[in-house]
C-alpha cells in the first residue's frame, strides 16, 4: 500500500470514527430520554435503535478493519431498515386525529428525526462509496491497543451504548411481545 492509499485510509478511518460518535449521540439521548424522562420506547423506536446499532457496527467494522464494500453494504441496509421503520412510525401518527408518540425535540418527534438521520446515514455512505482506490488488497486491520485514545474511547463507548441499549430492551419487554404503547418494565414491575 502506498504512502496516500495509506492516509486515505486512515482519513475515512477517523471519519467513521466521527460518524460513530454522532450515532452514539443519539442513542444516548434517546437512552437519557428513556431513563430521566421516563419515555419508554414503543416497539418501533426499539426497532429504530436496533437500525442505528446495526450502523454503528458497520462504521465499526470500517474503523478497525478499514473502509471495505460489504462494510459499506451493512451500513446502507442498516440505513434503509431503520428508515423504513421510521417512516411507518411517521405513517401511523399522521393520520388526523392520531397522537404523536412522545415529546417533540426541536419540532419534531423521535421518529422523524430518526427518518431524517437515516436518510442521512444513505445519502453520506453512498458519498463515501465515490472516493476512488480506497479499497486496499492488503491487510488493513489495526489492533485496538494501536488505535489513537479518542478512537478508543469512542469505539468502547459504542460497544457500552449497543449493550445498554440491549438490555434495556430486554428489561422492558423480557421473552414477551413488547406492549404497544408500554408504561412498565415487564422484567422490573409486576403486571397490573
Known amino acids: 500500500m502506498n504512502l496516500q492509499t495509506h492516509d486515505r485510509s486512515l482519513s475515512l478511518r477517523y471519519l467513521n470514527a466521527c460518524g460513530l460518535l454522532a450515532l452514539e449521540a443519539v442513542l444516548i439521548y434517546a437512552l437519557y430520554d428513556q431513563l430521566f424522562k421516563h419515555d419508554l420506547p414503543c416497539p418501533l423506536c426499539l426497532l429504530q435503535r436496533v437500525g442505528f446499532a446495526a450502523c454503528m457496527i458497520a462504521l465499526l467494522l470500517n474503523v478497525t478493519y478499514g473502509p471495505k464494500p460489504w462494510h459499506y453494504g451493512l451500513l446502507l441496509l442498516s440505513g434503509a431498515f431503520g428508515a423504513a421503520v421510521a417512516l411507518r412510525q411517521i405513517s401511523l401518527h399522521v393520520i388526523p386525529g392520531t397522537p404523536p408518540y412522545?415529546?417533540?425535540?426541536?419540532?419534531?418527534?423521535?421518529?422523524t428525526w430518526a427518518f431524517v438521520s437515516f436518510v442521512s446515514i444513505i445519502l453520506l455512505t453512498s458519498l463515501l462509496l465515490l472516493i476512488p482506490n480506497q479499497y486496499s488488497e492488503s491487510e488493513t486491520f489495526i489492533a485496538f491497543t494501536c488505535q489513537p485514545l479518542w478512537v478508543r474511547l469512542i469505539v468502547v463507548t459504542?460497544?457500552?451504548?449497543i449493550l445498554v441499549n440491549m438490555g434495556s430492551a430486554f428489561i422492558e419487554c423480557g421473552f414477551w411481545v413488547c406492549d404497544d404503547n408500554p408504561e412498565r418494565y415487564k422484567l422490573l414491575l409486576p403486571a397490573r
Not at 459504542?158 to 451504548?161: F, H, K, N, P, T
Open 102 to 111: 412522545g415529546e417533540d425535540f426541536f419540532g419534531m418527534h423521535f421518529y
Open 158 to 161: 459504542a460497544l457500552l451504548v
